[in-house]
């Protein structure tokens, strides 16, 4: 792997009793995934992505799976249950991702406390620096493992 996107999903609102993308967060996601597949992928990366079984989440990995042109998988443990209490299993996502090192670019779609934990830990793991905290809705962290280097990738809408 050569780069690892962790997106926090898009704006959201409440629906049918769950928390669904709103349109705006659907504008969001689509906006990021051209940002990630001209930067990304269209260098020839072969992309794997995997996301939360949130509600909110699987929309967001709907969305960036239609513009991207790549499937996704579902997994539980990107979910840390919501609250913005939960805890990530940093250690069982290091470990999902490892499951197969043949992609370039992994990209995970999950929540907030993911993305205040997952990358420092991820960073720690390849001797990178991580100062980055909580990020917007509908953007993501850039981690580059060759480089060693973490960019914040904002959201275009």
């Not at 690892?4 to 967060?25: I, P």
């Not at 909110?56 to 249950?81: C, Y």
Request: hydrophobic share 35%; proline share 5%.
């Amino acid at each position: 792997m050569k780069i690892l996107a962790v997106v926090r999903h898009g704006e959201y609102e409440k629906r049918d009793g769950d928390y669904r993308l709103s349109d705006y967060g659907k504008r969001q996601i689509a906006a990021l995934a051209g940002q990630i597949k001209t930067s990304l992928v269209n260098g020839g990366g072969k992309p794997r992505m995997l996301s939360s079984t949130a509600p909110r989440a699987l929309d967001s990995a709907r969305v960036m799976s239609e513009v991207l042109g790549v499937p996704f998988e579902e997994h539980p443990v990107l979910w840390s249950g919501g609250g913005g209490g939960g805890y990530p299993d940093c250690k069982a996502v290091m470990e999902l991702i490892k499951q197969d090192e043949s992609p370039d670019v992994v990209i995970l779609v999950t929540h907030l406390e993911y993305i205040e934990r997952f990358p420092g830990h991820f960073a720690t793991s390849i001797g990178a620096k991580f100062d980055g905290d909580e990020i917007p809705k509908g953007h993501a962290w850039i981690i580059d493992v060759e480089k060693k280097s973490i960019d914040h990738l904002r959201c275009a809408v």
